[in-house]
């Protein structure tokens, strides 16, 4: 998501690394995807939406998130967190989304370190969405109902060389079956990808990754498997972030 808004923290007074989150944005447009997405050609999940402005505080989507970290050791750390964004959908004059997630990261870095190489970092996180689908603009599409979709993923990425990373990574997303909605983005499926990144300068990246999907069968799709190659090249211009732990 990366619509306009604001974003407020407080860093609990604990032993250990502990802040609490709180954001509003704007959830309107495709980044907003669950939540006032018009979608492709006026259509999100077989039905038609309405691409509105904002009709007040209830048009926003609102983000709480927990996180805490903990260093077990000087070369370890854990960070683990839950979060949750909750909005309006434009499926519906009155359709909702609630989303939730936890998330785990294990993270190692070698004692004799050069540049942040070698590590190991390890990355898991779940997601359940609960998304109130209308009946569309107009109510033209036939029921309201209830979609209760889940997901997660668990990554490995090891440095083992400065400049050079490789990894590993599973993803599975469980989309409830329905016999009124027929729509792509609503076919469960399970990916593993493998992919291997070299960083020739600190602000430039090439990648190779393979994936292989398996989609299952619904109501109106059948199972199939697809596999896909990608070639990335990404570089940085101008200042960049902090960077991260």
Request: hydrophobic share 35%; charged share 20%.
């Amino acid at each position: 998501m990366r619509g306009v808004g604001a974003q407020t923290s407080w860093t609990l007074p604990l032993p250990w690394y502990s802040q609490l989150i709180f954001a509003s944005q704007n959830g309107r447009g495709s980044t907003g995807f669950s939540f006032r997405n018009p979608g492709d050609d006026g259509m999100f999940f077989d039905r038609v939406t309405t691409d509105r402005e904002a009709r007040g505080l209830q048009d926003f989507v609102w983000i709480p998130r927990w996180e805490n970290s903990v260093d077990l050791s000087p070369t370890q750390v854990v960070l683990a967190g839950v979060s949750g964004a909750f909005g309006s959908n434009e499926t519906g004059a009155n359709s909702r989304t609630q989303i939730y997630g936890a998330d785990f990261l294990y993270k190692w870095k070698s004692s004799h370190a050069e540049g942040g190489f070698p590590f190991v970092k390890w990355q898991t996180e779940f997601m359940y969405r609960r998304f109130q689908a209308g009946r569309g603009a107009n109510e033209s599409f036939p029921v309201a109902e209830t979609f209760h979709d889940w997901g997660m993923y668990s990554q490995v990425l090891w440095g083992f060389k400065k400049g050079w990373v490789a990894g590993i990574r599973g993803d599975y997303v469980d989309m409830q079956d329905s016999k009124f909605t027929d729509d792509l983005d609503r076919q469960s499926r399970w990916r593993i990808s493998a992919n291997l990144t070299w960083y020739p300068t600190e602000f430039s990246k090439i990648r190779l990754q393979y994936n292989q999907d398996f989609l299952e069968e619904n109501f109106f799709l059948s199972g199939r498997q697809v596999e896909s190659v990608f070639l990335q090249w990404e570089f940085i211009l101008g200042s960049h972030g902090a960077h991260k732990f």
